[in-house]
T-cell receptor, first 114, second 114 residues
Framework: AQSVTQLGSHVSVSEGALVLLRCNYS??????LFWYVQYPNQGLQLLLK??????LVKGINGFEAEFKKSETSFHLTKPSAHMSDAAEYFC????????????FGSGTQLTVLP | DSGVTQTPKHLITATGQRVTLRCSPR?????VYWYQQSLDQGLQFLIQ???????AKGNILERFSAQQFPDLHSELNLSSLELGDSALYFC?????????????FGEGSWLTVV
């Protein structure tokens, strides 16, 4: 079964600092990989996804993630944090074969300090 | 606004009762997914329908059932409710029945069982 681990349930960064949220998956075959963001009292919004092709994926709001097969990782980064980035971030995977359900990590709450 | 509409937004009910959550997918989307988000279990996939047919089933309890109607809206029925069923229930939709395509989440229905 697919599983995904997000290291760090809470991450704090200063405004303007680098954001790095970690995600590792466990699968013998690289799955589809996703990052979602959830703002308070809202649904999940897709930031970016990797299905095939270039391993460095650019998403919305200046975020990007790099798929590293050798490390089974898909870490999310943003060069300079904004106050508006404060939210909960979820990494998710889906099996390439069926590709019908997302398995989510436990989430990382990002706090941006002024 | 993702275009996915869920009603009701908030619901409080007693143990043992039955409730129905409703979802209208984005215009043109044929797939509907249901997810449960709770403090204990995190985000879990429940079930997926595509054009009226069940396509995938996740950790959905036998007390729960869902269906997708000819007009493509979906309902999630929760019966014999227990305190542990208190959670945020998300509906999501996509054009195709594969999550490689972007899926869009609604804002969720908050269910509180007392």
């Amino acid at each position: 079964a697919q599983s995904v681990t997000q290291l760090g349930s809470h991450v704090s960064v200063s405004e303007g600092a680098l954001v790095l949220l970690r995600c590792n998956y466990s699968s013998s075959v690289p799955p589809y990989l996703f990052w979602y963001v959830q703002y308070p009292n809202q649904g999940l919004q897709l930031l970016l996804k990797y299905t095939t092709g270039a391993t460095l994926v650019k998403g919305i709001n200046g975020f990007e993630a790099e798929f590293k097969k050798s490390e089974t990782s898909f870490h999310l980064t943003k060069p300079s944090a904004h106050m508006s980035d404060a939210a909960e971030y979820f990494c998710a995977v889906s099996d390439r074969g069926s590709a019908r359900q997302l398995t989510f990590g436990s989430g990382t709450q990002l706090t941006v300090l002024p | 606004d993702s275009g996915v509409t869920q009603t009701p937004k908030h619901l409080i009910t007693a143990t043992g009762q039955r409730v129905t959550l409703r979802c209208s997918p984005r215009s043109g989307d044929l797939s509907v997914y249901w997810y449960q988000q709770s403090l204990d279990q995190g985000l879990q996939f429940l079930i997926q329908y595509y054009n009226g047919e069940e396509r995938a089933k996740g950790n959905i309890l036998e007390r729960f059932s869902a269906q997708q109607f000819p007009d493509l809206h979906s309902e999630l029925n929760l019966s014999s409710l227990e305190l542990g069923d208190s959670a945020l229930y998300f509906c999501a939709s996509s054009v195709a029945d594969r999550v490689g395509n972007t899926i869009y989440f609604g804002e969720g229905s908050w269910l509180t069982v007392v």
